[in-house]
């Protein structure tokens, strides 16, 4: 297997330049480009979304709609439980589950929250930037892309993108290092919607403290 693998890496560093620059290498980048460009060209999103969760004894799901807004807003708000809601507001993450009597607070800048990778759909989105050891295969009529978000190594074993041939995201599937794994499918996107800064404020219910820490799963 050594020599196998030794024999392997040599014939590649013999390559030509020419031929190792593949015309699937290149259909692959043109179809990371047709991500970045679909994104890049909206100013705001809203979407339907369904988050499945197992690990740590735990199997569970959880739906909503998301909104997200250029630059780096966005406010899921979830229909199961209700009232719960992660918002971004461009500085900061809160957090907040109704019956909880504290709503976390974090700055946008030490967010490492599952969510936020969704971050990079509005804005400057260049996936081969966002993305490490990142691949393309095909999947059905569109396409899987997967790779760990830079920032997010120590959490992250693989983050994979299901994406239909026009460039939208309709997948979402994150696998941690410790096993466990979150699913978001989304449907019903709108693009382009209506988005004021208010709808990413987030008020504190009467009672609520505001702490500075870490959200709970």
Known sequence: MRALLLVTLAAAVSLPAAAQSSPSANQNDALLHKVDDHYNHLAS????????????????SESGTLLLKKPGRMRWSYDTPTGKVFVLDGKFAWFYTPGDPQAQKIPAKQLDD????????????ELKKELENITVTPDGEGFRIAGVPKGMQQRLKVLSLRVTASGEISAMRLEEVDGAVTEFSFTGMVENVPAKDADFVFTPPAGVEIVTGLPPI
């Open 114 to 125: 599952l969510r936020s990778p969704l971050r990079f759909l509005l804005g400057h989105t």
């Open 45 to 60: 999103l809203r979407t339907r979304y369904v988050e499945r969760y197992t690990g740590m004894g735990l199997n569970k």
